[in-house]
């Protein structure tokens, strides 16, 4: 019997064949960790050792709340900036390089086959490179940074195949709320989820990168695509380290394989308060919005400035609606401004604010009052996310929010001359 | 291991980590007493309030989905919830859970089988829960992650295994 992608990475830093279901205990390649570094150093500190394991390994980032909102924040910052240097952590990102997920791939952490674990959900992000990456607690950080070690257990696999080919303006984003609306908020849960099929194979790394980012969003422990050309060239001249693509065998054993046909997907959209409560656009069109959010680690790569960008060309955005923006990190930002994409979303009635998280938790620039309504490009519309708990959250892609930011009202893009 | 005797706190399905620590207090609530009292503040603003000691609760399937934000579980701990019982939970949950010694048991039946504010009992030893319905057996934890569980959760349990000694924490805690 072959053995799958989770069961080769992870058995190889166990130095033995391991199958789903069993606990391994090993040591990640790399671990990253943001503004919760300095709650987690406070932890590791209680264990009692004086020096972290393998500081090459930590990657630290700060991007949930930059710059500091208040003296907690700064404060938080300082601490984090002050661990780093004692502990000669080299791979630190300070406040301007923008959100965590994004920085680790542009930055070439981001490996096929490596195993990435981050204190954040969304670490599943790398997987867009063939990586198994996932999310772990503040608690386990601080051991692996004691012990440079973690207990895994070792995924199910289901394969999830997009087939097809997506109709014009259709993106990653409506594909991936497609398929967490079908199969549920707990429908990956504890699984390795392998995406395939021509759809996936004709998106750009961008794209991917959205799949990966909210595979987590139904349950997964990671989300991967095996990597192929454009990976390798995305890595290109960026790959921190060597690396080895890592694929499932043929006659590996697959749990589950589940197919979705998206040729004739209509626009989607997460409604409030699950990311899994998704219908088309059409059926809540007409909603007014009073603010649309332009950002998070799920969309707000060049592609999707690009695409808003046009859009919004020569136009203003609706009187009674906000548009916050927030590229993905300070490389995007450069790009984008290189482009003319962000003079004309400025000159559109955008407000531009720098990379970083921002609302998208409900720290700051952009959070809500009760009874307001937003459409996000982020990954999570549960109750209190932007700051407010009596706030709606609808979650869609950088189309149909530019469209929704020019109308004032959840827009189809269909119905829409652009 | 103990018995734990509690009163029922009854819950639906997908129970996300927003709702039961939002994210605007991640990084400015810390302490102890006060993480206690936001633990579900979106979701019941009674349940802290009115939470005493040992108090179990029981929810549907997918409980604390979402963020690895592990407040989600040490506020319920900070709370002394007694444990967390669903049908099944998210895997971040389920981890910051086992780390923070807070017993996530897996049961099919729940939350359906429990009555709110009922009292219930869990023997942890015999994998067995009491409650009005009846006398139902649940998974034991996989024995990898057990020793984490019994020594108080991960950070007591990785002192242990570097040959710090844990009573030596507590003074230095005092200390502190
Ligand atoms: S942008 Fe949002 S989802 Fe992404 S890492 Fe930041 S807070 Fe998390």
Redesign the interface.
């Known amino acids: 019997m072959g053995q799958t992608f989770a069961e080769k990475v992870l058995g190889r830093l166990a130095g033995k064949r391991v199958t789903p279901g069993e ?1 391994v ?1 090993i040591s990640p390649d790399y671990a990253m960790s943001h ?2 570094t300095a ?1 987690i150093v406070k ?1 590791w500190r ?4 004086k020096r972290v394991k393998h500081a090459d390994r930590h990657v630290v980032i700060l991007d ?2 930059v710059p500091a909102a ?1 003296e ?2 700064a404060q ?1 910052h300082k601490e984090i900036r002050e661990f780093v240097k004692e502990q000669g952590i080299r791979h630190f990102y300070d406040i301007s390089r923008g959100i965590c997920h994004q920085v680790l791939s542009e930055e070439g952490f981001a490996l096929p086959g490596k195993l990435i674990v ?4 969304h ?1 599943t992000t790398y997987g867009a490179f063939g990586a198994f990456s996932t ?6 950080m ?2 692996i940074m ?2 440079g070690q973690i ?1 895994l ?1 070792t995924p199910e696999t289901i394969k999830i195949e997009a087939k097809g080919k997506a109709p014009v303006g259709i993106s990653a984003k409506d594909i991936i709320l497609h398929i967490i609306g079908a199969i549920g ?2 429908g990956a ?2 699984k390795s989820v392998w995406f395939c099929g021509e759809a996936i194979d004709a998106m750009t790394i961008d794209s991917r990168m959205v799949l990966t980012n909210m595979a987590v969003e139904m ?1 997964a ?1 990671n989300g991967y695509m095996e990597p192929d050309d454009k990976t390798l060239a995305y890595l290109e001249g960026r790959a921190r380290a060597e690396f080895e693509p890592v694929r499932s065998d043929p006659d590996a054993e697959i749990e589950q394989h589940l197919q979705y046909d998206i040729s004739d997907l209509p626009p989607q959209i997460a409604c409030p308060h ?1 990311v ?1 409560n998704v219908c088309s656009v059409e059926k809540v069109a007409g909603k007014k919005i009073d603010q649309v959010f332009f950002g998070s680690c799920t969309n707000a790569r060049l592609e999707d400035f690009a695409i808003v960008a046009k859009v919004l060309d020569g136009k203003k955005i609706h009187p009674s609606t906000r548009l916050i923006v927030i590229p993905a990190s300070s490389q995007v930002l450069e790009q984008a401004l290189q482009s003319g994409y962000i003079d004309i979303l400025v000159r559109a009635g955008a407000t531009l604010v720098n990379s970083g998280c921002g609302p998208c ?3 700051h620039e952009g ?1 809500l009052a009760p009874q307001e309504v937003t459409l996000s490009t982020s990954n ?1 519309n ?4 932007f ?1 407010c ?1 009596d706030a709606e959250i609808y979650l869609c892609s950088p189309l149909t929010a530019a469209v929704s930011a020019l109308t004032g009202e959840i827009t189809d893009f269909r119905s829409f001359t652009l | 291991m103990q018995i734990i005797t509690g009163r029922v706190w009854k819950y639906g399905d ?1 129970i ?1 980590t ?2 039961i620590f ?3 207090y ?3 609530v ?1 302490d102890p007493g006060e993480m206690a009292k936001i633990a579900f ?3 019941d603003p009674n349940f802290a309030k009115q939470v005493r000691p040992g108090d179990i609760i029981v929810a549907g ?2 409980f604390g ?6 407040q989600a ?1 040490f506020c319920f701990k900070y709370a002394q919830v007694g444990a967390v019982v669903a049908r ?1 939970f ?3 949950y389920f ?2 859970c086992i ?2 010694g807070l017993p996530a048991l897996t049961l099919p039946q729940s939350p359906d089988i429990f009555q709110s504010g009922e009292t219930i009992s869990v023997d942890l030893q015999k994998g067995i829960i009491r409650c009005t319905a009846g006398e139902y057996s649940f998974p034991p934890l ?1 024995e ?2 057990l020793g ?1 569980f019994l020594e108080g ?3 007591p349990y ?2 242990k ?2 040959g ?1 000694s844990n009573t030596q ?1 507590a003074e ?2 005092a200390g502190e």
């Open positions: 606990i205990q503004d919760n709650a932890t209680q264990i009692g050792v949930h709340c208040n907690k924040f938080n981050g204190s954040d959900s670490t999310g772990i607690g503040r608690s386990e601080a051991a004691a012990t207990w257990r908020a707990d849960l504890y349950g422990k699950a899994d938790m409900g720290n959070v999570r549960f109750k209190g996310r700051g708990k | 997908d996300n927003d709702v939002p994210g605007k991640t990084y400015t810390t503040e979106d979701l399937k997918n989905c979402g963020s690895s934000r592990e579980a099944s998210s895997r971040l981890r910051n780390n923070a996989p990898a992650v984490i959760g991960l950070i990785t002192r295994a570097l710090f924490s230095e805690k």
